[in-house]
């Protein structure tokens, strides 16, 4: 089956629970240890099995041509719970340098507390790689499209680099959503999420999402069987309807957010737009060789002085952290998904006060397009006038 068709389909029970179309809310934490479940075991909400997360589990693993997956709580505990399954005291783990600020924060601050050191390194070199090899160096970890300057690094060549070396390769790909990047089909031994970006879309639940080898993720639902990083009955509902328009959705986000990154490459107040699928951009023949779409997410460098009044001056986007939604968002990175770093931290990673990043919604294409010239335009004639 094409992956629009996994997404209504794929993992659905047969026969239908009751002949219900959609399947229901199992909203209860525990269940008899008899009876027809008897050959699954005990089930439990805490133990990522009821009949909701089971149907979620299937349809995952099947859109990314997976052998398993695994919905969490959230982003932040795939994440987690996807190392610490995987590494141990003494181990290392081998990071791309740019990386979301939550996921920064968790590798330098959290993994030392309990003997886990980072090594980072350039993705996108891979003459580098041989000398950032250290003993007991266990997982490497990239992500599809980085938070926020939207890279492409050599995935291809990191997963053969992993194989090689015997590392777990682990990579987020949040941004870029099965529908553009399906990791297992390049090698890559977990796929993580934010499910409460793209994969749901409505902005209205917070979850995450493990897929790839069963082994693999089996290690990580035990480690969250132990952590409780669970997602509630309720939320896998929301997240099964969600999931069934991603395809829908992420086209036109697709197309959208390469229409506006045009429109941004030519504007004066504009002074570089981070975007795989600009045929100026840096990654842009890897990304064409890796993506199928380059997604809905765009960072730009604003002229000194613009972002602030930039962003209070649109009148469509709404100003709000988080991505992948229905509407389009806009965040300047430093105050927001990268706060928690230090200033020289930031500036290292290229996230500048001046640095907006934006997530393309459903809104129509030309109507956003005309959102940010008007406001652009206001911008620059202020500045204008001020000088």
């Known amino acids: 089956m094409k992956i629009d068709t996994k997404l209504i389909h794929a993992g659905e029970p047969q026969p239908r629970y009751e002949g219900a179309v959609n399947v229901p809310i199992f909203q209860s934490a525990m269940y008899e240890t008899g009876g027809e479940w008897a050959d699954k075991g005990v089930r439990y909400i ?4 009821t009949p909701n997360h089971d149907v979620l589990h299937a349809k995952l693993a099947a859109l990314e041509n997976a052998e398993a997956a695994l919905v969490t709580g959230s982003g932040m505990a795939a994440i987690s719970g996807a190392l610490l399954a995987h590494l141990s005291p003494g181990d290392r783990l081998l990071a791309h340098w740019s990386l979301y600020g ?9 993994l030392p ?8 390194f350039d993705a996108a070199a891979p003459e580098t790689w041989e000398e950032t090899m250290r003993e007991g160096t266990r997982v490497v970890y990239v992500e599809t499209i980085t938070n926020p300057l939207m890279e492409v690094v050599a995935l291809e060549e990191i997963a053969a680099f992993a194989r090689r070396h015997g590392l777990v390769s682990l990579i987020d790909n949040t941004f870029a959503t099965p529908l553009n990047f399906r990791p297992a089909e390049w090698g890559f031994d977990l796929s993580l999420h934010s499910a409460t970006k793209y994969l749901n879309g409505h902005s209205d639940i917070v979850a995450g999402a493990v897929i790839g080898q ?4 089996d290690r990580v639902k035990r480690q969250l069987k132990h952590l409780g990083g669970t997602l509630d009955p309720h939320a896998c509902f929301l997240l099964h ?9 992420v086209r036109h986000q697709n197309a959208s957010a ?11 107040s504009v002074a570089q737009v981070n975007y795989p699928g600009l045929p100026g951009a840096p990654d842009h023949a890897r990304a064409r060789h890796l993506l199928d779409g380059f997604g809905g997410m765009i960072s730009f460098e604003a002229r000194p002085g613009v972002a602030a009044p930039l962003l209070e001056a649109l009148t469509m986007p709404i100003i709000a952290p988080s991505l992948g939604g229905v509407e389009s968002l806009a965040i300047r990175p430093a105050f927001t998904s990268h706060a928690g770093l230090s200033a020289q931290e930031r500036l290292k990673l290229g996230v500048t006060d001046d640095l907006v990043r934006l997530s393309i919604g459903l809104e129509d294409t030309d109507d956003l ?3 940010f010239a008007r406001a652009l335009d206001a911008c620059l004639m202020e500045k204008q006038t001020m000088a």
């Open 214 to 217: 069963a082994e693999a993720v």
């Open 46 to 49: 805490r133990y990522n099995n």
């Open 113 to 120: 507390r309990l003997g886990i050191e980072v090594d980072f």
């Open 258 to 268: 390469l229409a506006l990154a045009q429109f941004l490459e030519e504007h004066e």
């Open 102 to 110: 939550g996921t920064h924060l968790f590798l330098t601050e959290e």
């Open 241 to 249: 309807r969600g999931l069934k328009t991603l395809a829908v959705r």
């Open 369 to 371: 397009i005309a959102d």
